[in-house]
């Protein structure tokens, strides 16, 4: 019998030798969002099918800016709900317990937005369910907001500092866990539009609440992902009491005001392993938006990197029309670059840092550990790190850090979302002043506030805590001054007391605080206010009976992670309902049409979806310089996505009007032969591609390429006359094509899939 403790190769999450199954059965997410803070409820089903007593091991994500709540074990009918104690005392507890016969359940954060839990004497065909609850603040530019839930770990580069061996996340091909998620927005926001990139959803509205639910299929293996938009929504500020505390939280938005201009800013590409398939795609249509937004007044640098890097060129280049084309034939031409050196690469960048105002603009998965040396030198040099964190699964916390600590600023975008807007972001941010000084008014004079640790820019919200002697209420005027000290507003805010969420506010308060408490007031406010830190952990102990206590310490198994969708190439998540632009409206469906409302990909493009994200689908061909892109056989489907994203775009807008851009969008054979004809009978070109989207507009695909698509197609055929003809014969082959794209997919089997899987498929 190993002993507890020892590591041990075989996993949980795999299969035991004794052939066991899965010790986590699978997770459920309930999250309720009202204004700006979300609390989420996540339910870990563990079971141990072993004829011996485990000790499992699961580390898993959560936001960066989560504060945890409630840690609560449930064992049949028996329900024990944990305590945040200090981490020296957890881990005496937990050893005690464990060591004894007993049973103990210990959380705690192995850096941020990392955590693990350790289960210590899981009896045999024992089911434990694992219930933690947290709140966050959520990000919001004046009109959309974002809800992410993290639900996997990608493998990283390198190796991880202090960490235990069984705390180190694993990645298995063949692990699956079931994901559901339910989410219920409040107020205002059941008003809102709601759309999912991630996953196909289904709405509900009700009274005063609308609620979200992932269709039936998810897994661990990508985030869930929810953007709300609200209009109506304005600065924002509530009053809780809890505790014996009373606090006023307030988020402002600072307006925009005139950019500067003339900076040296270097683009810093990620062509590591990990980022081929999708992520690759993204990033370098990212590069490629980061490069049009450059001026004439700005200078600027660019690398690829992997194992080692590549320069554009040694030193700083004016952005102008030369040296912009010649950047974009570098980041065509970059192809897989082996490991994620990501601190190397950042480092080359700083190099360039001169007597100019510093920018460097990071697209990366994150996938990369110890780079914080790399913030040290970027402040050293006045540099600010701007991050976009690229992918399925993408490691928050490496990219947050990355622009937390240099005064830049992070966006995350997963596979299906339009890069644009990020780019615009950024270099809307890297332009602007940053808020140097808020000064707030409050009702009455207050015991302490915390204000935003990260840099905060105009036309993004920030939050400001405040603790006062008893309740308040009334209106807080604030005084935002910008970093020249010319620009000044003024925002008045009325405190609102948020329904069944005072706990929730005073304990997000409470852990903003944090960061300016020294290390012994840390733990004290930590265990007051139940807050998880590096140095407090949750535990839970459960007593055993004599008849229970197993007479033998317990077998480490480590549960691993899911193989993320689209990481390093392996399967696709591109096809999703973001692509078909799925948005809907609460007030337009009850909870007996809730059915009608999901618009399933799934179903439209094959049931292979449904199996793991590793072997769902072939790879697609790699293209290398020497490939002629018309000799690889394109879906209508993969097409329709390009051009829809082409007609969204707010950066090199406009649908393409020339065959040979049709081809770098992967416009299928069958299109481009029909088109070929028309140019040989002397057909005007610009023309003839318009006659093609007038085809597709005018074809079921319509649906699928949004409004945006039709309102440029117009716009083009206002200037052009189409050739009826011609229209009918493109017509003709979308007929063929949308036929034939359906009947692939549908007849698509999941046992196509590799032979060294299909074993344990099988």
């Not at 063949?174 to 709601?194: D, I, P, T």
């Not at 505390?245 to 800013?265: E, K, L, N, Y």
């Amino acid at each position: 019998m190993r002993k507890r403790g020892t590591a041990m190769t075989e996993q949980i999450g795999l299969r035991t030798n004794s052939g066991a199954s899965l010790a986590l059965r699978g997770v459920d997410a309930t999250a309720r969002i009202a204004g700006l803070l979300a609390t989420t409820t996540l339910v870990q089903q563990y079971e141990n099918a072993t004829d011996t007593n485990l000790e499992v091991a699961y580390s898993f994500p959560l936001p960066v800016d989560a504060v945890l709540l409630v840690f609560t074990v449930c064992i049949g009918e028996r329900r024990y709900c944990g305590e945040v104690v200090p981490r020296r005392q957890a881990e005496q507890k937990y050893e005690q317990a464990v060591e004894s016969g007993n049973s103990a359940f210990r959380l705690q954060e192995v850096s941020k937005g990392l955590y693990s839990a350790t289960l210590g004497n899981v009896l045999a065909g024992e089911r434990v369910r694992i219930e933690l609850e947290y709140a966050e603040p959520l990000s919001w530019d004046g009109k959309n907001i974002r809800y992410r839930l993290p639900t996997t770990l990608a493998p990283r580069y390198g190796k991880p500092r202090k960490f235990a061996p069984w705390q180190e996340p694993r990645t298995s091909l063949e692990a699956q866990y079931a994901l559901k998620v339910s989410v219920e927005l409040r107020g205002e926001l059941a008003k809102a539009s709601v759309t999912s990139p991630s996953h196909d959803i289904q709405l509900a509205a009700e009274v005063g609440c609308l609620k979200v639910l992932a269709a039936e299929g998810a897994s661990l293996d990508r985030d869930f992902i929810l953007d709300v938009r609200g209009d109506e929504l304005q600065s924002l500020g509530a009053a809780a009491s809890a505790l014996d505390t009373h606090v006023a939280m307030v988020t402002f938005m600072p307006p925009a005001v005139a950019s500067d201009t003339g900076r040296d800013t270097v683009i810093v590409l990620d062509c590591s392993g990990s980022m081929m398939g999708d992520s690759i795609r993204l990033a370098k249509e990212g590069v490629q938006f980061a490069i049009g937004h450059l001026t004439p007044a700005d200078r600027f640098g660019l690398i690829g990197f992997g194992s080692t890097y590549t320069e554009l060129s040694p030193a700083l280049q004016s952005a102008d029309s030369r040296s912009v084309q010649r950047a974009r034939r570098f980041v065509s031409d970059l192809g897989e670059m082996g490991g994620t050196e990501l601190a190397n690469a950042l480092l080359a960048a700083l190099a360039y840092a001169q007597d100019r105002p510093f920018d460097i603009l990071l697209l990366t998965d994150g996938e990369a550990w110890n780079l914080e040396d790399v913030t040290e030198k970027a402040n050293a040099v006045s540099a600010r790190i701007f991050t976009i964190g690229i992918g399925s699964a993408v490691a928050e916390d490496t990219v947050r850090m990355l622009a937390d600590q240099t005064g830049g600023a992070c966006e995350l975008v997963s596979p299906n979302e339009d890069m644009s807007a990020r780019i615009e972001r950024h270099f809307n941010r890297m332009h602007q002043p940053r808020i140097q000084d808020v000064t707030v008014a409050w009702p009455a004079t207050p015991l302490w506030e915390s204000r935003p640790t990260r840099a905060s820019f105009a036309g993004d919200a920030f939050t400001v805590f405040a603790a006062f002697p008893s309740e308040v209420a009334g209106t807080v005027t604030a005084n935002l001054s910008f970093t020249e000290g010319e620009h000044v507003t003024s925002t008045a805010i009325r405190l609102d007391s948020v329904q069944n969420m005072d706990t929730e506010i005073v304990r997000v308060a409470a852990a903003a605080r944090m960061a300016v408490l020294n290390e012994t007031e840390q733990q004290e406010w930590a265990v007051r206010y139940q807050l998880v830190t590096d140095e407090t952990d949750y535990i839970v102990t459960l007593a055993r009976t004599a008849d229970e206590r197993p007479q033998d310490l317990p077998e480490l198994h480590v549960v691993p992670q899911m193989h993320p969708a689209g990481w390093g190439g392996f399967g696709t998540v591109r096809s999703s309902a973001a692509v078909h632009g799925l948005t809907c409206e609460s007030t337009a469906f009850t909870v007996a049409e809730c059915d009608t409302a999901m618009y399933s990909p799934s179903t439209a493009l094959g049931p292979d979806l449904d199996i793991p994200a590793v072997i769902r689908c072939r790879p697609r061909p790699v293209r290398t310089a020497a490939t002629h892109r018309q000799a690889i056989p394109t879906t209508l489907g993969e097409f329709l996505a390009r051009v829809k994203r082409r007609a969204q775009r707010r950066i090199l807008a406009g649908l393409p009007t020339t065959r040979a851009e049709l081809v770098k969008l992967d416009c299928p054979v069958e299109l481009l032969a029909v088109l070929d004809e028309a140019l040989q009978t002397g057909q005007d070109e610009i023309a003839a591609v318009v006659t093609l989207y007038s085809a597709l507009a005018h074809h079921a695909c319509a649906s699928i390429l949004g409004e945006q698509f039709v309102a440029a197609t117009n716009k083009l055929l206002a200037a052009t006359e189409v050739a009826p003809h011609l229209q009918l014969r493109f017509a003709e082959q979308l007929d063929a094509l949308w036929s034939e794209d359906h009947a692939q997919h549908s007849q698509r089997s999941q046992y196509d899939i590799p032979a060294f899987l299909r074993r344990d498929a099988d």
